[in-house]
């Protein structure tokens, strides 16, 4: 991919291989012909209000009705208006109403190989339990919960338990450093911390809850610590602050009935970086993001009865949000839920789990593909992986090469792919083929799914030819769109409203085929994606720069062929000798910081970083460099063209 002079973006990879559904796929989907799609396509764009308003009324639990669908004054839209609906009812009690309760809701499975299955009529009464005993904490609706977790029941469990009594859940990712979950504390004024004593990572035990006692010294707000024992470890609990799981969770009674909650409360924030240093916190709001996680995932992955679902993502993220919890179990699925790494013990624990619990759907990341592509087909060769029927993915492009893998290793050659394209922001899948109608290609998102109207833009707002890519926008509000950034409304504009005013800017650069097919072509903005997961190169910046020997960095990403992009780094420091050494210190210090999926791979001492003459750093030219390609294109605006060499030296 290249930039031209207007802008506008070239693209080099020229993929014709088209891949129709089987036809025993398509007798039994969901959405089956082609002109289904159209008429639900067209209804949605044309009739916006009437479209949702039907939609709403099957699939939304309402305490009190709505009187209004849609009321959009860019960029601000609510939906459902004065509804009341509870996302926790939707994902449990309805379906136990329908008679689904004694089906499995959550099948759970630790590292270590301990299992628990939860059917609906559990999961509700574990969820009023733990909600229940929120409130005896005295929170209330619309407190803000911080969830530091591992990957077991509870955490989906707390989660559905704010979104029973209205708390608001901020869910960090268990990654993530003491200094990163205080800043998230800090900015949403979190007035408790849900985390465990600790957590099991490729057999090793990290300290959770240690991490939290560090992030807790620097967060005045959050009053209460709640405490799950997950793996045993020894932990401090502070008297009047900390208190056990088991001791305030377990001896509440198992019914809590819903509390009745406006269409446009918000039901959680999400914090994810963007191109500017801070998080933001992305918030989305009950029914509208519970609709459309519901309803996306229905169509998307024809979910049927049998089916057995698992996506591997954690509830750190968005994925993890729409589609562990709030898509899948509002639409009564069964679902698979993985505490571990994928290579523990071995490299062939998903093919394990997909045999042992006969596993019909599988979403997963492309970086986790490339990954297992590396290991070997031997470990997939040892599995029958027959039960599946429908192969996901999502995060980041699939290389068509990865795709070819999936298809014909994992999916043998009869399941169909949706290489789902979303965000954070969106709540939920914008862009998928649905399973049996589209014929894939590999690399393509294909086409947009029913109630988003994307365009492509090239920087004058023009909309762009077939030939050419440019800036994905989408024109019309969605029910699941982001209704803001806690705290944040000029931020909130100036990210997604303000370059083309009425549409949103989703940050990505695209394509559309001759087909009308969507190919996604990376980020306009200086986000990295690093393994699926979105890196602000400012904020691996910031955290470098606050190391004593740092005078400056510039941060960039570079193709990487497990991880999609590599973190590298150009850093001036005050030692005139520095090596090793200080590069491993370095390292550790954006480890503790941020965590350590932002550890640059590669860091480079340079005299000096090459600047425009306005002071900005030039990120196109460093990237060139940490690639390993010539330095191309216009180097006039280069503060000082000595330091191009230098850098080009220090290889
Ligand atoms: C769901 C999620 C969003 C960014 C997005 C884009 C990239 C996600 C993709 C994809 C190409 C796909 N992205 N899915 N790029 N094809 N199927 O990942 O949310 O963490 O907010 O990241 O990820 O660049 O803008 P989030």
Known sequence: MSESSSGQIDHVLDESRLF??????????????????????ARARDDRDGFWRQEALEHLHWFEPFDETCKWDSPHAEWFINGKTNASYNCLDRNIELGLGDRPAIIWEGEPGDTRTLTYNELKTEVCKCAAALRELGIQSGDIISIYMPMTPELAIAMLACARIGAIHSVIFAGFSAESIADRNHDAQAKMVITSDGLYRRGKVLPLKETVD???????????????????????????RDVWWHDVVDKQSGDLPAEPMDSEATLFILYTSGSTGKPKGIRHT????????????????????????????????????????????????????????????????????????????????PTAIRAFIKWGDEHVDKHDLSSLRLLGTVGEGINPEAWMWYHKKIGGEKCPIVDT??????????????????????????????????????????????????????????????RGIW??????????????????????????????????????????????????????????????????????????ELKGEAIAAFVTVTDPNPGEELRQELRNHVRK??????????IRFAASVPKTRSGKIMRRLLRDIAAGREAAGDTSTLEDFTVLAQLREEE
């Open 286 to 365: 009950t029914a509208g993001y519970n609709l459309w996680a519901k309803r996306t995932f229905q169509w998307v992955f024809d979910h049927r009865d049998d089916d057995i679902y698992w996506c591997t993502a954690d509830c750190g993220w968005i994925t993890g949000h729409s589609y562990i919890v709030y898509g899948p179990l509002a639409a009564g699925a069964s679902c698979l839920m993985y505490e571990g790494a994928p290579n523990y013990p071995a490299e062939d624990r998903f093919w394990e789990l997909i045999e042992k619990y006969k596993v019909t759907i599988l979403y997963t990341a």
């Open 214 to 240: 560090e992030a807790l010294e620097k967060s005045p707000s959050v009053q209460t610590c709640l405490v799950l024992k997950r793996v045993g470890n020894e932990v401090a609990m502070r008297e009047g």
């Open 593 to 602: 910081q941020i965590g350590a999926l932002a550890q640059p791979d590669d």
């Open 20 to 41: 129709p559904p089987p036809a025993e796929f398509t007798q039994k989907a969901v959405i089956r012909t082609t002109e289904q799609y159209d008429e639900l396509y």
């Open 487 to 560: 705290g944040d409304e000029e931020r909130f504009v100036s990210t997604y409203w303000a370059t083309f005013k009425g549409e949103y800017l989703t940050g990505d650069n695209a394509r559309r085929d001759k087909d009308g097919y969507y190919w996604i072509m990376g980020r306009i903005d200086d986000v990295i994606n690093v393994s699926g997961h979105r890196l602000s190169t400012i904020e691996v910046e910031s955290a470098l720069v606050s190391h004593p020997s740092v005078a400056e960095a510039a941060v960039v990403g570079r193709p990487d």
């Open 421 to 482: 394209w979303w965000q954070t922001e969106t709540g939920g899948i914008m862009m998928s083929p649905l399973p049996g109608i589209t014929a894939t290609k590999p690399g393509s998102c294909t086409k947009p799914l029913p109630g988003v109207v994307p365009v492509i833009l090239d920087e004058n707002g023009q909309s762009v030819d077939e030939e050419h890519g440019g800036k994905l926008c989408i024109e019309q509000p969605w029910p699941g769109m982001l």
